[in-house]
């Protein structure tokens, strides 16, 4: 299954943060530019998932993996990375569905069979690590394209 580079790139901001430039003039009128985080968690629906997968780590005794920000110890996505996750998740989940359109029309499938066919390609590209999916994401991506498809599919039944 070949979904293009903006399926790509859109994985691809998983691991990134979002930012903007924020550009003030101060009293003196010189520009002050300056990165800022979007923090927005709001915005990510309370199905999607929240923790990361937890770390293995070999030895006799139970571990706990961390990571230090700001001086604290979490195991756990920062609202930033959760809100970047999710807009991933959310943009390559209507890419889904356009291909499984597609797919859909150009090869005459139901859509049961059009979204196994995305189903088995996205676990096959998440399985050899292109793509950096946790499998609560897959689950919540598969549950959000049958959804937009139904929907697509009813429109179009009034159309």
Not at 70 to 85: D, I, K, Q
Request: net charge negative.
């Amino acid at each position: 299954m070949t979904l293009g580079a903006s399926a790509d790139e859109a994985i691809f901001a998983l691991s990134a943060y979002r930012e903007r430039i924020v550009t003030s003039e101060d009293r003196t009128g010189k520009a002050d530019t300056r990165n800022e985080q979007v923090s927005e968690p709001w915005r990510v629906p309370d199905d999607f998932p929240h923790a990361p997968v937890p770390g293995v780590v070999p030895g006799i005794q139970p571990k706990l993996l961390v990571r230090q920000l700001n001086g604290e110890y979490s195991s756990s996505f920062t609202s930033e990375e959760l809100v970047a996750r999710y807009d991933a998740c959310a943009d390559l989940a209507q890419q889904l569905v356009d291909y499984a359109l597609r797919k859909k029309s150009a090869l005459c499938l139901t859509p049961e069979v059009a979204l196994e066919r995305v189903e088995t390609g996205l676990k096959a590209k998440v399985s050899t690590g292109r793509w950096d999916l946790t499998g609560d994401e897959v689950a919540w991506l598969m549950k959000h394209v049958r959804e937009l498809l139904l929907n697509e599919a009813s429109a179009k039944k009034f159309d």
